[in-house]
């Protein structure tokens, strides 16, 4: 996966150790020869690419990145997507729980 999102190395390696699976639906992360949709991709949290902080940028997999999209995460966590897959405020990473504690 390559980091077209001038995201500094240190924060890179901080995030990639941080996320080792979705940080909403908890899938492994697998090649995308495997599987594009389960292939680890960059989330900015709050949709905004100029915001690079560890509380904004996670790793997830390409399904549930391209469900989001620029979808308010509080919003998105009602959506259908989210509602047959399980994923809610309770199972989300903590990551995410703050991000909604903080008004996302």
């Given at each position: 996966?390559?980091?077209?999102?001038?995201?500094?190395?240190?924060?890179?390696?901080?995030?990639?150790?941080?996320?080792?699976?979705?940080?909403?639906?908890?899938?492994?992360?697998?090649?995308?020869?495997?599987?594009?949709?389960?292939?680890?991709?960059?989330?900015?949290?709050?949709?905004?690419?100029?915001?690079i902080?560890?509380?904004?940028?996670?790793?997830?997999c390409?399904?549930?990145?391209?469900?989001?999209?620029?979808?308010?995460?509080?919003?998105?966590?009602?959506?259908?997507?989210?509602?047959?897959?399980?994923?809610?405020?309770?199972?989300?990473?903590?990551?995410?729980?703050?991000?909604?504690?903080?008004?996302?």
């Open positions: 996966m390559a980091n077209n999102w001038n995201i500094p190395a240190w924060l890179e390696a901080e995030v990639r150790q941080r996320d080792k699976v979705c940080v909403y639906c908890k899938q492994e992360f697998l090649t995308p020869k495997k599987s594009a949709k389960h292939s680890a991709s960059w989330e900015h949290i709050i949709n905004d690419a100029k915001i902080t560890r509380e904004n940028i996670a790793l997830c390409r399904s549930c990145n391209a469900s989001k999209g620029q979808k308010q995460l509080s919003v998105w966590l009602q959506s259908k997507y989210c509602k047959e897959r399980g994923i809610s405020l309770e199972t989300v990473a903590p990551i995410i729980k703050q991000a909604i504690e903080n008004g996302q």
